[in-house]
């Protein structure tokens, strides 16, 4: 839970009594690997601050091919926020990628934070611009060279190469899955 209340602290002040309350709200939950926590075409219902594990965004290009958009570690929230403030259908997947540990928040008790704590939309605002900015950050894409994507993909999240099935790395990066071994066999 300590994590957690570092992480929201980062972006505005709360007294204990608030803390308190905002604990009160979130339950824990485990979800193994290949789980989805959200799925195309069904309205987020939750909102989760991961504790432990790696989950990826995901979605179906109109060939049926998988593409992994995102991968977020650990102590970041994860959902389809604007879908699950507007209680609105998901037009992406998130899954697990390895097994998980959340501290999870209903749509119901998120609301009762938002309503209850005057600072609490202001706090939730600087974290998504932050989620969306190092999303943008962290995408590989800006270079040509498909070496200089991985090793930037590497450096900037290094748990990923160990944790992650290669084929989610490669589709991350726009190349096959063939093309990032022999990266890596080079290296």
Do not use: H
Request: charge should be neutral; hydrophobic fraction near 40%; charged fraction near 25%.
């Amino acid at each position: 839970m300590k994590a957690f209340i570092d992480y929201i602290l980062q972006f505005g002040n709360l007294n204990k009594q608030q803390i308190d309350f905002i604990e009160s709200k979130a339950s824990r939950l485990t979800l193994p690997k290949d789980t989805y926590f959200i799925e195309a075409g069904k309205t987020p219902k939750q909102v989760a601050f991961l504790l432990e594990g790696i989950f990826r965004f995901t979605f179906y290009d109109k060939y049926g091919k998988e593409i992994t958009i995102y991968f977020i570690d650990r102590n970041q929230f994860i959902t389809d926020y604007p879908k699950f403030k507007a209680s609105l259908p998901a037009s992406k997947y998130l899954q697990s990628v390895t097994d998980c540990k959340l501290l999870v928040f209903s749509k119901k008790d998120w609301d009762e934070i938002t309503n209850t704590i005057t600072v609490w939309d202001t706090i939730v605002s600087k974290m998504y611009q932050k989620c969306l900015f190092d999303a943008l950050n962290k995408n590989p894409l800006d270079t040509d060279d498909e070496t200089t994507r991985y090793l930037s993909l590497i450096n900037k999240s290094p748990k990923l190469a160990n944790n992650v099935p290669l084929s989610y790395i490669a589709s991350y990066l726009g190349i096959t899955e063939e093309a990032l071994v022999e990266i890596r066999n080079n290296l």
